[in-house]
């Protein structure tokens, strides 16, 4: 009877509740996804803690403010990714991808810009990927994120005089 199920019994029958219709990917290559999601939050946090503390400029000081508040919404993003990937029984990363290191503040404004326009364009993807599995509450916290994520790139877009990028999405 479903009353006396067990609470780890109703979350495996959540697990595998599909929409009607093929999903795009398995939950493997979903796992496998968020853990290259969650490779590039941590090299975002590395990036955002060294070019906050390092970049030199008094044109530079207004967004080095800005970069170290990035940081701290980095480590968040992490820790919701980590989580998804544990709820979905994977074992979340425990390796960055490569930081980029600079000394000249546009370069490193430049890389960050980069970061982000990469990181959305997966998060546009990985919201997609959710809802065809069926997960519409994991694709719910991916969407904040990539709010977050998106406001990152206006911000380092504004800081280098440029226009925010158009982003083409992931074939
Ligand atoms: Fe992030
Ligand atoms: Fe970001």
Redesign the pocket.
């Known amino acids: 009877m479903t009353q006396t199920k067990t609470a780890t019994t109703r979350n495996e029958d959540n697990r595998r509740a599909i929409p009607n219709g093929t999903p795009d990917i398995s939950r493997e290559q979903l796992i496998e996804n968020l853990n290259q999601d969650l490779a590039r939050e941590y090299q975002?946090i590395i990036a955002y803690v060294v070019y906050s503390q390092t970049i030199k400029g008094a044109a530079y000081m207004a967004i080095a403010a800005e970069l170290e508040k990035?940081a701290q919404q980095?480590l968040g993003h992490a820790l919701l990714i980590a989580k998804q990937i544990d709820y979905l029984g994977g074992v979340p990363t425990v390796q960055p991808k490569p930081v980029q290191m600079s000394q000249d503040a546009e370069d490193m404004l430049a890389l960050d810009l980069e970061n982000?326009n990469e990181?959305i364009r997966n998060y546009r993807s990985r919201i997609r990927q959710c809802e065809s599995l069926g997960e519409f509450a994991m694709a719910e916290h991916i969407r904040t994120i990539l709010v977050?994520?998106q406001e990152?790139q206006i911000d380092l877009a504004t800081a280098l005089g440029r226009e925010v990028p158009q982003l083409a999405p992931l074939p």
Request: net charge negative; charged share 40%; hydrophobic share 10%.
């Open positions: 975002a990035h980095e982000e990181t977050n994520e990152h």
